[in-house]
T-cell receptor, first 115, second 113 residues
Framework: DAMVIQNPRYQVTQFGKPVTLSCSQTLNHNVMYWYQQKSSQAPKLLFHYYDKDFNNEADTPDNFQSRRPNTSFCFLDIRSPGLGDAAMYLC??????????????FGQGTRLTVV | AQSVTQLGSHVSVSEGALVLLRCNYSSSVPPYLFWYVQYPNQGLQLLLKYTSAATLVKGINGFEAEFKKSETSFHLTKPSAHMSDAAEYFCAVSRAAGNKLTFGGGTRVLVKP
């Protein structure tokens, strides 16, 4: 029944070693988002894809990249993780338009630890 | 620009008591407003949403919220707290349907037996 699936749920990576987090969806939604949520903080949007169009937030560090090879999958790449990148990463999807509102659906998140 | 302020980062209630979580928003256009709940090490689950229909919105798990434009508020309530309501709650605003969300700082709810 899972609609937005994030893998892995927990990821440990070494300082400076590239890491990729994945998200897949069965909802066929146009839009996929990546949020970063640090401990005891609100989720903060990093970027989103509207179909194939990539939209970066102005304050997202260059260290964070994303790929969306098809409608169902979206990846978050952290090129050189630092200790400050340890966080929960949340993927979400939505399908705007058509005069009918659809809320964002979130995955279970991937908790990233940097050692 | 949009913003959301949640008053109180922590709220403690007794089981069976009223839950009231406060949210005030700022938006230059008519907003879409949401309440999400997050359990430890989980993603966000939608409780309810306001999309310019009825100002009193009923959600899941017995929660409801009232949109008050004059007060720019969207407070969340539940008449009787249950132990399973212990979680973190986020109020969020977006400018349009399905658009990106701006979250408040969150309110962690503790339910005492």
């Amino acid at each position: 029944d899972a609609m937005v699936i994030q893998n892995p749920r927990y990821q440990v990576t070494q300082f400076g070693k590239p890491v990729t987090l994945s998200c897949s969806q069965t909802l066929n939604h146009n839009v996929m988002y990546w949020y970063q949520q640090k401990s005891s903080q609100a989720p903060k949007l990093l970027f989103h894809y509207y179909d194939k169009d990539f939209n970066n937030e102005a304050d997202t560090p260059d260290n964070f990249q994303s790929r969306r090879p098809n409608t169902s999958f979206c990846f978050l790449d952290i090129r050189s993780p630092g200790l400050g990148d340890a966080a929960m990463y949340l993927c979400a999807t939505s399908s705007p338009g058509g005069g009918v509102f659809n809320e964002a659906f979130f995955g279970q998140g991937t908790r990233l630890t940097v050692v | 620009a949009q913003s959301v302020t949640q008053l109180g980062s922590h709220v403690s209630v007794s089981e069976g008591a009223l839950v009231l979580l406060r949210c005030n928003y700022s938006s230059s256009v008519p907003p879409y407003l949401f309440w999400y709940v997050q359990y430890p090490n989980q993603g966000l689950q939608l409780l309810l949403k306001y999309t310019s229909a009825a100002t009193l919105v009923k959600g899941i798990n017995g929660f409801e919220a009232e949109f008050k434009k004059s007060e720019t508020s969207f407070h969340l309530t539940k008449p009787s707290a249950h132990m399973s309501d212990a979680a973190e709650y986020f109020c969020a605003v977006s400018r349009a349907a399905g658009n990106k969300l701006t979250f408040g700082g969150g309110t962690r709810v503790l339910v005492k037996p």
